[in-house]
C-alpha cells in the first residue's frame, strides 16, 4: 500500500476517485469537476439508486473518448446527534476498496471526507483513513496458485483534503504504520499451524526487536521448566515443539515514567489436548495465538510511534496437542507463584499459560497497568458474537481507559460482571484452584478470568477475551474471511494515550 497526500481535485492522473455520499445529502456538488468532464455522473448515479444509506456502494464507469475510468461511491448513512459515527466511514471506506479490488483498479484518488462530519480532528480522520484503507486491501492468498483468485493488495493512493493540510503527513504516516502491523499480525494468525509454531513467532517477535531496537528476551522449554513455569511447561508437555516464552521491552518514558504490561495468549494450535475438541471446533484453532501475535505487533507500531511510556509484552507460546507425554485431566501443576491447579480439562488451556506469564509480568516489573488478550473461551464468544470483546476488571481507572481507547480505535470492547462472587467456581478439593469452573456458575468467560486473577497481585489488570472477535467476524467490510487483528489497535491507542 502505498498512500500520498494531495491538494489538487483533479482526478485525470488516476483510474479510479472514490467518494463517500451522507445519506439523503446530494454528492453534485462534492462532483463538480467531475460532473463537468463527465455530465453524464448525475444520470448514471440515479439509474444506480444511489442514496448515501450505510452498507450501500456502486462502481460508475466514467467514459470519454476511448479512456475508461471509474467513481466509487459509497454510503456513510444517516447523522446521528448531528454527526456520522467514524465506524460508519471505515466501512463505507472497507466498501470502496473492496469494490477497487472487485474491478481489479490498481490505484485510486480518495476525496477524504471534512472531519467535522464525524466530530472529529483532521488528524484523526486521516489517520483512520490510512489504517482502514490497509485493513481493507488485506488478504490471505499466499497459497492460492490460480492469480485469478487474487486481488491486487497492493494499492496507490492519493488521499485528497478538503481544504488543502499539507501538515498532516505524520498521521498519514502513522495510520500508515499502524495499519501495515495489522495486516502483518492477520497474516501471522492466517498461516497454518505448521508454518507458525512457537519458534516461528518467537522468531519474528525477534526481527522486530532487532528491527526497532527493542529488548528482548526469549526463554526456552527447558529454561521455562527451570524457573517452575508449571503451566506453560505442562501445556507443552503433549507437543513435540518446544514452549517460549517471548518479552518485549520498550523504554519511552523517562524516570519515573509509568510502565504498562501486555500480555498475550499464543497457543499456536489448539487441540483440546487428551480432552480433545470435537473436530469442527479445532477447524478454526491456529487462530488461539490471536492475542500473542496482537501483543508482538503492538509493540512493533510502539516502537516507531515513540509514546512516552515504557511497555513490557509478554508472550507465553505452546502447541496444545494429546499425546502419552500430554498432560491429563487430574494432574496438578504449579505455577511461577507457587500456586497449583488441578487440570479437569486440557482443553481450558490458555489460562495455564497466562498464569505463569501474568506472574512473571508482576513479580519482575513495577507495573502502572496490566492487560492481557486471549482467545480464551468458547463462553465469550457466546455471549457477546463477533463484535466485541469480552472486558473484565475490578479497576474502574483501568476499564474507563480502555473503553475510550476502544471507542477511539475501532477494536470495540464490553464489560461483562467481574464480581468475586464467582470466585467460587474454580475451587478445587485437591489443589489452590481448579482449571474449569463449577457447572453451578456457569459464566464462563468470567469464570476463565477469576482463574487470572490469582496471577495478578494487586497490579490494575484487565483481562479481554478475544475469542469471538478474532476470526472470522462476518459483516465488516474493512475485514476479510479469516483473522481481524483485534487488539493491536486498541493496545496501541492505550499506549499512545497513557498520560
Ligand atoms: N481456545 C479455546 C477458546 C476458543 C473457543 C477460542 C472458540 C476461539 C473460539 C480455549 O482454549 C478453550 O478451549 N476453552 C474452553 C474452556 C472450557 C474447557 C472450560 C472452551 O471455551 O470450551
Ligand atoms: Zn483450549
Ligand atoms: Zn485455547
Known amino acids: 500500500m502505498k498512500i500520498t497526500l494531495s491538494t489538487t481535485r483533479s482526478i485525470e492522473h488516476m483510474p479510479a476517485l472514490l467518494v463517500f455520499m451522507e445519506q439523503g445529502a446530494a454528492v453534485e456538488e462534492q462532483l463538480k469537476e467531475q460532473i463537468a468532464l463527465y455530465p453524464h455522473i448525475p444520470l448514471l448515479l440515479n439509474e444506480a439508486k444511489m442514496q448515501g444509506k450505510a452498507g450501500s456502494g456502486c462502481a460508475i464507469p466514467l467514459i470519454k473518448g476511448d479512456s475508461l475510468k471509474w467513481l466509487i461511491i459509497t454510503g456513510l448513512g444517516e447523522r446521528h446527534k448531528a454527526i456520522i459515527p467514524v465506524e460508519n466511514y471505515r466501512r463505507a471506506l472497507g466498501k470502496a476498496i473492496k469494490l477497487l479490488q472487485q474491478h481489479k483498479i490498481m490505484s485510486a484518488a480518495v476525496y477524504v471526507p471534512d472531519a467535522s462530519l464525524f466530530g472529529q480532528t483532521k488528524e484523526y480522520i486521516i489517520k483512520q483513513t490510512a489504517i482502514i484503507a490497509c485493513m481493507a486491501a488485506y488478504r490471505f492468498d499466499e497459497y492460492m496458485s490460480n492469480p485469478e483468485c487474487k486481488v491486487p493488495q497492493d494499492l496507490t493512493l492519493e488521499f485528497i483534503l478538503m481544504p488543502p493540510a499539507e501538515e498532516?503527513?505524520?498521521?498519514?504516516?502513522?495510520?500508515?504504520?499502524?495499519?501495515?502491523?495489522?495486516?502483518?499480525?492477520?497474516?501471522?494468525?492466517?498461516?497454518?499451524?505448521?508454518?507458525?509454531?512457537?519458534?516461528?513467532?518467537?522468531?519474528?517477535?525477534?526481527?522486530?526487536?532487532?528491527?526497532?531496537?527493542?529488548?528482548?528476551?526469549?526463554?526456552?522449554?527447558?529454561?521455562?521448566?527451570?524457573?517452575?513455569?508449571?503451566?506453560?511447561?505442562?501445556?507443552?508437555a503433549g507437543?513435540?515443539?518446544?514452549?517460549?516464552?517471548?518479552?518485549?521491552?520498550?523504554?519511552?518514558?523517562?524516570?519515573?515514567?509509568?510502565?504498562?504490561?501486555?500480555?498475550?495468549?499464543?497457543?499456536?494450535?489448539?487441540?483440546?489436548?487428551?480432552?480433545?475438541?470435537?473436530?469442527?471446533?479445532?477447524?478454526?484453532?491456529?487462530?488461539?495465538?490471536?492475542?500473542?501475535?496482537?501483543?508482538?505487533?503492538?509493540?512493533?507500531?510502539?516502537?516507531?510511534?515513540?509514546?512516552?511510556?515504557?511497555?513490557?509484552?509478554?508472550?507465553?507460546?505452546?502447541?496444545?496437542?494429546?499425546?502419552?507425554?500430554?498432560?491429563?485431566?487430574?494432574?496438578?501443576?504449579?505455577?511461577?507463584?507457587?500456586?497449583?491447579?488441578e487440570v479437569r480439562n486440557t482443553d481450558a488451556e490458555g489460562r495455564l499459560i497466562l498464569a505463569d506469564a501474568l506472574s512473571y509480568a508482576v513479580k519482575?516489573?513495577?507495573?502502572?497497568?496490566?492487560?492481557?488478550?486471549?482467545?480464551?473461551?468458547?463462553?465469550?464468544?457466546?455471549?457477546?458474537?463477533?463484535?466485541?470483546?469480552?472486558?473484565?476488571?475490578?479497576?474502574?481507572?483501568?476499564?474507563?481507559?480502555?473503553?475510550?481507547?476502544?471507542?477511539?480505535?475501532?477494536?470495540?470492547?464490553?464489560?461483562?460482571?467481574?464480581?468475586?462472587?464467582?470466585?467460587?467456581?474454580?475451587?478445587?478439593?485437591?489443589?489452590?484452584?481448579?482449571?474449569?469452573?463449577?457447572?453451578?456458575?456457569?459464566?464462563?468467560?468470567?469464570?476463565?478470568?477469576?482463574?487470572?486473577?490469582?496471577f495478578v497481585e494487586d497490579v490494575p489488570w484487565a483481562h479481554l477475551d478475544i475469542a469471538g472477535t478474532a476470526f472470522e467476524v462476518p459483516d465488516i467490510s474493512y475485514y476479510s474471511s479469516g483473522a481481524t487483528g483485534v487488539g493491536v489497535r486498541l493496545l496501541v491507542d492505550l499506549a499512545l494515550s497513557w498520560k
Not at 289 to 302: C, D, L, Y
Not at 391 to 412: F, K, T
Request: hydrophobic share 45%; proline share 5%.
Open 168 to 236: 498532516l503527513s505524520k498521521s498519514l504516516k502513522e495510520g500508515m504504520i499502524i495499519g501495515k502491523v495489522v495486516n502483518k499480525v492477520r497474516h501471522w494468525i492466517d498461516l497454518p499451524p505448521a508454518a507458525l509454531t512457537p519458534i516461528e513467532l518467537a522468531d519474528k517477535a525477534k526481527q522486530i526487536a532487532d528491527a526497532h531496537h527493542l529488548k528482548i528476551t526469549v526463554y526456552d522449554e527447558p529454561e521455562i521448566k527451570a524457573m517452575g513455569m508449571g503451566g506453560l511447561a505442562g501445556v507443552s
Open 239 to 341: 507437543s513435540e515443539q518446544n514452549c517460549k516464552l517471548v518479552i518485549l521491552e520498550y523504554q519511552g518514558g523517562g524516570k519515573g515514567a509509568p510502565t504498562l504490561g501486555f500480555v498475550g495468549k499464543g497457543i499456536t494450535f489448539d487441540s483440546g489436548g487428551l480432552s480433545l475438541k470435537p473436530a469442527a471446533s479445532m477447524e478454526t484453532m491456529k487462530d488461539d495465538m490471536s492475542g500473542a501475535a496482537a501483543v508482538i505487533g503492538a509493540m512493533e507500531i510502539i516502537a516507531q510511534l515513540k509514546p512516552a511510556v515504557n511497555v513490557v509484552a509478554l508472550v507465553p507460546l505452546s502447541e496444545n496437542l494429546p499425546s502419552g507425554t500430554a498432560i491429563k485431566p487430574g494432574d496438578i501443576l504449579r505455577f511461577y507463584n507457587g500456586k497449583t491447579a
Open 364 to 454: 519482575h516489573y513495577k507495573l502502572d497497568a496490566l492487560v492481557d488478550l486471549a482467545t480464551l473461551t468458547g463462553a465469550c464468544a457466546y455471549a457477546l458474537g463477533p463484535f466485541f470483546s469480552g472486558l473484565m476488571s475490578q479497576y474502574p481507572a483501568l476499564v474507563e481507559r480502555i473503553q475510550l481507547a476502544a471507542e477511539s480505535s475501532g477494536d470495540r470492547v464490553w464489560p461483562l460482571p467481574f464480581d468475586n462472587d464467582y470466585k467460587k467456581a474454580i475451587k478445587s478439593e485437591v489443589a489452590d484452584i481448579c482449571n474449569i469452573g463449577n457447572g453451578k456458575y456457569k459464566a464462563g468467560a468470567i469464570t476463565a478470568g477469576f482463574f487470572l486473577s490469582n
